[in-house]
């Protein structure tokens, strides 16, 4: 099993910056890819950013050239650097990690691929 925690949301004006972290524990040596969703009040969670081992990394459209997804492999901690924030990127973030079974049947942007996650945490972004 993998444990996800994230941490860094909070309420920034747009414009503004965020980092948010996800800080894995347990069997992380199964992981292959890192990936951030967001889900906002009645939308479907979405894939904003994921990372691959060996560090090739993966964006939405909506959020390429602001966020920033990297990765320190030694301490198995995501990154998500936020810049140029709008209102629009209000959600409620989830890290997820993927498992030696799931990475080979679905894409870096397939939540079906990932199968451990983090409780959330909200990112308010006001006007």
């Known amino acids: 099993q993998v444990q996800l925690v994230e941490s860094g949301g909070g309420l920034v004006q747009a414009g503004g910056s965020l980092r948010l972290s996800c800080a894995a524990s347990?069997?992380?040596?199964?992981?292959?890819?890192m990936g951030w969703f967001r889900q906002a009040p009645g939308n479907e969670r979405e894939f904003v950013a994921a990372?691959?081992?060996?560090?090739?990394?993966y964006y939405a459209d909506s959020v390429r050239g602001r966020f920033s997804i990297s990765r320190d492999n030694a301490k198995i901690t995501a990154y998500l650097q936020m810049n140029s924030l709008k209102p629009d990127d209000t959600a409620v973030y989830y890290c997820?990690?993927?498992?030696?079974?799931?990475?080979?049947?679905?894409?870096?942007?397939?939540?079906?691929?990932?199968?451990?996650w983090g409780q959330g945490t909200q990112v308010t972004v006001s006007s």
């Open positions: 997820a990690a993927d498992d030696p079974v799931t990475f080979r049947k679905y894409s870096e942007y397939d939540p079906q691929r990932y199968t451990y």
């Open positions: 347990g069997r992380t040596a199964s992981i292959n890819a």
């Open positions: 990372i691959k081992r060996t560090g090739t990394t």
